[in-house]
């Protein structure tokens, strides 16, 4: 019944990709079906009726992921303290070196503090896709367990919500900045285009990860792609923008452009490939 | 009471008590412990089937049952479940509150007891 092994491999997977699990989860859940199956050809029905009949009972693999989900207490997973603690220090070093300077006598406080706030914002969304890639890394060798994965949920959505809120917060201060000194608030500046764009990547993610919460696996993807949206919307400008924010076009930003815009969207396209992909598997 | 089904709520609120209940009996699996449960309650008490094991994962991510793999009589795989020593008093004091529940709608019905 080679036809029936390969449904069953299919059902696997798509269980696979809504729980994010490809351990002991997946093989009782199996185990249950093939159970099922026999019991179904045993009182008569042809295989494929009862693989059919067998999946319907056991509910569909979206309606078990919630039923995990409800189930599973949130569980540590390291990449969110590894990448967050370094994140936080490389912020805390920005600062001490360009914000803290503005404070002295003659600079100018409103400034220092949108652009602290901007740097903060694009840390955050930075944060998010680094969490990403570990994501997807684990996904083809072994994908994390449940109680990792509302972990994740839950830090990626406060990190999305963070991001947004303090470009929006950045754009606010830098808005009023300008207004002070030139009479108009926005410029269509490309940085500010640029931002308002992951301003509302951001957001809609936030909001993805609020309302459909079962397809994480997809807004994480998106998640590695905020790392590509944040260098364009940071230092893309620079590579053609002829107006306020032109500053620092060198060879080494239009690398970092390319390898930060081509790495990201790679790794995402890596995460549709089947889970634990790159595992050697028993024969 | 033919062909009713219990709501939604009810069901899930007494999976934890069944399930316990069951493996006070001995060690079982997913698939025996549900048949079970469409046995005994003559099929008003129908679980999807998926609806167990999330169950089972919380209740040994809480230390209520223990779990092994094992390979059955036909070759297949499975994953058996055990009561632990706090499965047996957290199946204690379930007894003590359905008890409760059960003992005052028996007298608010005027029913007496079995």
């Not at chain 1, 019944?1 to 729980?19: D, F, Q």
């Not at chain 1, 680094?130 to 959505?157: A, N």
């Not at chain 1, 207004?179 to 993610?205: C, K, M, Q, V, Y």
């Not at chain 2, 094992?70 to 957290?90: F, H, I, M, P």
């Amino acid at each position: 019944m080679p036809e029936l092994e390969t449904r069953i491999r299919e059902w696997k997977r798509s269980l696979a990709i809504a729980l994010g699990s490809s351990g002991e989860i997946l093989e009782e859940l199996e185990s249950h079906l093939r159970e099922e199956i026999d019991r179904l050809t045993q009182a008569g029905h042809a295989p494929d009726a009862a693989l059919t009949a067998a999946q319907a009972k056991l509910g569909r693999p979206a309606d078990l992921a919630a039923e995990y989900a409800r189930a599973v207490p949130p569980a540590r997973w390291w990449p969110i303290s590894i990448c967050r603690t370094l994140l936080v220090l490389l912020f805390v070093y920005f600062i001490w070196k360009f914000v803290v300077p503005g404070f002295r006598p003659g600079g100018n406080v409103l400034l220092v503090l949108h652009v602290a706030a901007v740097v903060a914002g694009y840390a955050a969304g930075f944060y998010v896709g680094l969490l990403g890639i570990c994501y997807v890394g684990c996904w083809l060798i072994h994908p994390i367990g449940l109680g990792q994965r509302r972990s994740l949920g839950r830090t990626l959505f406060v990190a999305n919500a963070g991001a947004a809120l303090l470009l929006l917060l950045g754009m606010g201060l830098g808005g009023v900045w300008a207004h002070d000194r030139w009479g108009h608030a926005w410029n269509n500046d490309p940085r500010e285009i640029g931002t308002l764009i992951s301003l509302l990547w951001f957001t809609t993610l936030t909001a993805m990860l609020w309302t459909v919460p079962r397809k994480q696996h997809l807004w994480v993807l998106l998640s590695v792609v905020a790392i590509s949206v944040s260098v364009w919307g940071w230092f893309g400008p620079s590579l053609f923008s002829l107006q306020l924010h032109s500053y620092g076009l060198n060879t080494t930003l239009l690398y970092l452009v390319v390898v930060c815009t081509a790495v990201p969207l790679m790794v995402a396209l890596l995460g549709l490939l089947p889970p634990g992909r790159l595992r050697r598997q028993p024969t | 009471m033919m062909g009713m089904k219990l709501p939604k709520d009810l069901v899930a609120a007494s999976a934890v008590p069944l399930v316990l209940s069951l493996l006070e009996e001995g060690e079982s699996y997913g698939y025996t412990i549900i048949q079970r449960v469409r046995d005994l309650s003559g099929g008003e008490i129908e679980w999807t089937d998926g609806m167990l094991y999330p169950v089972l994962h919380r209740l040994e991510a809480q230390g209520l049952v223990r779990s092994r793999w094992d390979v059955s009589e036909a070759g297949r795989k499975r994953k058996y479940y055990a009561l632990s020593a706090a499965g047996k008093r957290a199946l204690a004091e379930q007894k003590e509150q359905w008890n409760v529940v059960h003992t005052t709608l028996t007298k608010l019905w005027g029913m007496s007891h079995a």
